[in-house]
Nanobody, 123 residues
Framework: VQLQASGGGLVQAGGSLRLSCVVS????????MGWFRQAPGKEREFVGY????????TYADSVKGRFTISRDNVKNTVYLQMNSLNPEDTAVYYC?????????????????WGQGTLVTVSS
């Protein structure tokens, strides 16, 4: 299983970006999909996840109301729509797949990871 994240870039505070993560293979719809981020000098932290069907999402408090995760099980793609960005959102963003569908905020429950895409928010 390979995950390829894209869509990062430089954006001004208050702006928006949409990240995408394409997953190889025919089992995408069987995975809970998560997004994490890691800022320079900090631990990798949970952003949110979406259930296999896309019907349920959970977010970290720091992004709730600003970020939205969705998925397209035909295109094997999960999305992270980020609005009202601020400089504290600057980080490398990673998508991850959870085979066991724990629906967890712990990075240790995720089995497959993408390479990350850098988001930089300027003030």
């Amino acid at each position: 299983v390979q995950l390829q994240a894209s869509g990062g870039g430089l954006v001004q505070a208050g702006g928006s970006l949409r990240l995408s993560c394409v997953v190889s293979g025919r089992t995408f719809s069987s995975y809970t999909m998560g997004w994490f981020r890691q800022a320079p000098g900090k631990e990798r932290e949970f952003v949110g996840y979406v259930s296999r069907s896309g019907g349920r999402t959970t977010y970290a408090d720091s992004v709730k109301g600003r970020f939205t995760i969705s998925r397209d099980n035909v295109k094997n793609t999960v999305y992270l729509q980020m609005n009202s960005l601020n400089p504290e959102d600057t980080a490398v963003y990673y998508c991850a797949a959870d085979r066991q569908n724990y629906g967890s905020s712990s990075r240790y429950e995720y089995d497959y990871w993408g390479q990350g895409t850098l988001v930089t928010v300027s003030s």
